[in-house]
């Protein structure tokens, strides 16, 4: 009987000390992610902060990576013609387009993808494009450096036409023939020409991971504790009551 709860013992002290070690690290490994997505979140902030690049500064860096974030101040000309609603987009709480267009750059001639701002869309008659001003001529619009417009999921393939699901700028560049970089310009300001651009703002999602790293040391000190109660202190507490009831 002693060998047999002596094997048991050593059983769940390994399984209690290899528990803990793993949900230690897994708390660590989260405190980790956690303090890389806020160093993410400064640079993002102190590039924001950033002096306004030109179109020369944005077409001669070597990779996105190296501007991404930045403040844009653009001057050009808009190709309305090659106009996307971009669909099921939200702001403010509410579906409707991102409307983007190309930019022919004032000087160099070459055109660049921008995010102009959201409209809300005609649920009647979903076909119907909603009315937005493109001006003619060259305009200037400030902005910040971003990826390509993000993707969402769709049942169908790349749609074609002015209101899709998606903007593949692979098929894009060969469906308008225009020589677009791997970017966009998402456009700032106030509401104009029937735009708005109030951008959703993603924090860094360190609070989660912060969150998920108490959980596991939480779930750490459980096994700690169940360990100890169910090893030590209700064993001691038995021989106890065992040694009154013999006295």
Same mark, same amino acid.
């Given at each position: 009987?002693?060998?047999?709860?002596?094997?048991?013992?050593?059983?769940?002290?390994?399984?209690?000390?290899?528990?803990?070690?793993?949900?230690?690290?897994?708390?660590?490994?989260?405190?980790?992610?956690?303090?890389?997505?806020?160093?993410?979140?400064?640079?993002?902030?102190?590039?924001?902060?950033?002096?306004?690049?030109?179109?020369?500064?944005?077409?001669?860096?070597?990779?996105?990576?190296?501007?991404?974030?930045? !403040?844009?101040?653009?001057?050009?000309?808009?190709?309305?013609?090659y106009t996307v609603f971009l669909d099921n987009r939200q702001m403010q709480g509410h579906p409707g387009f991102y409307v983007v267009t190309p930019l022919q750059l004032e000087g160099s001639g070459i055109?660049?993808?921008?995010?102009?701002?959201?409209?809300?869309?005609?649920?009647?008659?979903?076909?119907?494009?909603?009315?937005?001003?493109?001006?003619?001529?060259?305009?200037?619009?400030?902005?910040?450096?971003?990826?390509?417009?993000?993707?969402?999921?769709?049942?169908?393939?790349?749609?074609?036409?002015a209101i899709r699901q998606n903007l593949d700028l692979a098929q894009f560049r060969a469906e308008t023939g225009l020589a677009l970089p791997s970017l966009a310009v998402q456009q700032t300001g106030d509401?104009?020409?029937?735009?708005?651009?109030?951008? !959703?703002?993603?924090?860094?999602?360190?609070?989660?991971?912060?969150?998920?790293?108490?959980?596991?040391?939480?779930?750490?000190?459980?096994?700690?504790?169940?360990?100890?109660?169910?090893?030590?202190?209700?064993?001691?507490?038995?021989?106890?009551?065992?040694?009154?009831?013999?006295?």
């Amino acid at each position: 009987m002693s060998t047999k709860r002596t094997g048991r013992f050593w059983l769940a002290t390994i399984a209690s000390l290899g528990g803990i070690a793993i949900t230690i690290a897994l708390g660590f490994w989260q405190w980790g992610r956690a303090a890389q997505k806020v160093a993410l979140q400064v640079s993002i902030d102190e590039r924001r902060s950033m002096p306004a690049i030109d179109s020369k500064a944005l077409l001669g860096a070597k990779s996105l990576a190296d501007i991404v974030h930045r !403040p844009v101040l653009l001057r050009g000309t808009w190709l309305a013609r090659y106009t996307v609603f971009l669909d099921n987009r939200q702001m403010q709480g509410h579906p409707g387009f991102y409307v983007v267009t190309p930019l022919q750059l004032e000087g160099s001639g070459i055109p660049v993808l921008v995010e102009r701002g959201w409209v809300q869309r005609n649920f009647v008659d979903r076909e119907k494009l909603p009315a937005i001003e493109t001006p003619a001529g060259v305009v200037e619009l400030r902005g910040r450096v971003a990826p390509p417009p993000a993707k969402l999921y769709e049942f169908a393939g790349a749609a074609q036409g002015a209101i899709r699901q998606n903007l593949d700028l692979a098929q894009f560049r060969a469906e308008t023939g225009l020589a677009l970089p791997s970017l966009a310009v998402q456009q700032t300001g106030d509401a104009s020409q029937g735009l708005l651009r109030d951008w !959703p703002q993603p924090g860094s999602g360190s609070e989660r991971n912060y969150g998920y790293a108490f959980q596991w040391w939480a779930i750490a000190f459980v096994i700690a504790f169940l360990y100890a109660w169910f090893q030590f202190i209700v064993p001691r507490q038995r021989s106890r009551r065992q040694a009154r009831h013999h006295a």
